[in-house]
Nanobody
Framework: QVQLVESGGGLVQPGGSLRLSCAASGSIFKLRVMGWYRQAPGNQRDLVASITSGGTTNYADFVKGRFTISGDNAKNTVYLQMNSLKPEDTAVYYC???????????WGQGTQVTVSS
């Protein structure tokens, strides 16, 4: 089993920054992808950014140049640095871990990010 615990959400003004963290615990294997998704009320859950255990990153077009995903394999932790935040970034952000070989994936409980003046 895998547990994902997110932290770092909150309220920030437009143009501000936040850093989300997601720590994975339990049976953690090497060949994995960890990522952040977000879901606003009435919308589907969309991929924001992901990173493989080898360090390959992928970003949604709507965050390119503003958000940076990084990982610490020793700590089984992934981070999402969010800069130049916009009101439309307001959503619940979910951490995800997916094993490449089995396809099994796991979700965190979500953390609210609100961008408002």
């Amino acid at each position: 089993q895998v547990q994902l615990v997110e932290s770092g959400g909150g309220l920030v003004q437009p143009g501000g920054s936040l850093r989300l963290s997601c720590a994975a615990s339990g049976s953690i294997f090497k060949l994995r992808v960890m990522g952040w998704y977000r879901q606003a009320p009435g919308n589907q859950r969309d991929l924001v950014a992901s990173i493989t255990s080898g360090g390959t990153t992928n970003y949604a077009d709507f965050v390119k140049g503003r958000f940076t995903i990084s990982g610490d394999n020793a700590k089984n932790t992934v981070y999402l640095q969010m800069n130049s935040l916009k009101p439309e970034d307001t959503a619940v952000y979910y951490c995800n871990l997916r094993y490449i070989l089995s396809g099994n994936d796991y979700w965190g409980q979500g953390t609210q990010v609100t961008v408002s003046s």
